[in-house]
């Protein structure tokens, strides 16, 4: 029987996802356990890691995916970068999550008033593509914010949904999972205003 707060005890990919959800609710409604952050788990810790997910995030110093979640040390699987764009540093890591860690979800997290996603948005409006480093991720959320534009939508939300079907549709690990229904895929949104998460993509292989 799983406990309201134990990710690693979650019997599905479905039932993580329904936890990281209470989790956020917990959150959003400053109700928190404040789960496994207790120096008896981070001791025990020390001879290995057994997250239940690994969550593709931005770099924004707003968004601390554990603390959104109410998980705690252990839990979560975490990679990263601006705008959470994929790479094949990031890519790789996935594979890792899944195949070296046995995560049963893997989650993309967008986040509303995004910077990275703001300059893509500024790129294509003004015509003028970053000629920096910035370039870089820009040029990956661009996509999404053509569909978002064409859909009436946040860009947010469209970028959560790319990100997502990109890892299920690229990742060999992650197709092979959710062929065997062992590891689900959502893409999601972080509201700043108010700490909640919008769903914008499952698949559990159904």
């Not at 860690?101 to 986040?111: E, I, K, R, S």
Request: charged share 20%.
């Amino acid at each position: 029987m799983t406990t309201p707060t134990d990710l690693q005890s979650a019997s599905s990919p479905r039932e993580v996802w329904e936890l990281l959800r209470a989790g956020n609710e917990r959150f959003s409604t400053g109700n928190t356990a404040e789960p496994h952050r207790d120096p008896e788990t981070r001791q025990q810790l020390t001879a290995g890691q057994n997250p239940a997910v690994c969550v593709i995030g931005c770099s924004d110093s707003r968004v601390p995916v554990e603390l959104l979640f109410d998980a705690g040390f252990g839990d979560i699987f975490v990679i990263r970068t601006a705008g959470g764009c994929v790479d094949s540093a990031v890519a790789a890591s996935v594979e890792f999550a899944v195949e070296g860690l046995g995560v049963d979800l893997v989650l993309f997290l967008a986040h509303e008033n995004c910077g990275a996603v703001g300059a893509a948005v500024s790129a294509l409006d003004s015509g003028e593509i970053p000629s920096g480093l910035t370039r870089v991720f820009v040029e990956k959320i661009a996509p999404s914010v053509v569909e978002a534009r064409a859909r009436g939508e946040h860009v947010e939300l469209a970028h959560a949904r790319n990100g997502a079907e990109h890892i299920a549709a690229r990742i060999p690990s992650v197709m092979a999972g959710l062929e065997n229904k062992t590891v689900g895929v959502v893409g999601a949104r972080y509201r700043l205003s108010d700490g909640r998460v919008d769903t914008t993509y499952e698949n559990f292989g159904d």
